[in-house]
């Protein structure tokens, strides 16, 4: 039980990195162009 739940954490923490990324990057080439 406990490592399912670590396993879902550290793929939440993958997927709100990976989605802050893209906004920087977004808001970087927005501002860029």
Do not use: C, P, S, W
């Amino acid at each position: 039980m406990v490592k399912d739940i670590q396993r879902i954490i550290e793929n939440l923490l993958i997927i709100f990195y990976n989605l802050g990324n893209e906004v920087v990057v977004l808001a970087g080439t927005g501002r860029g162009r």
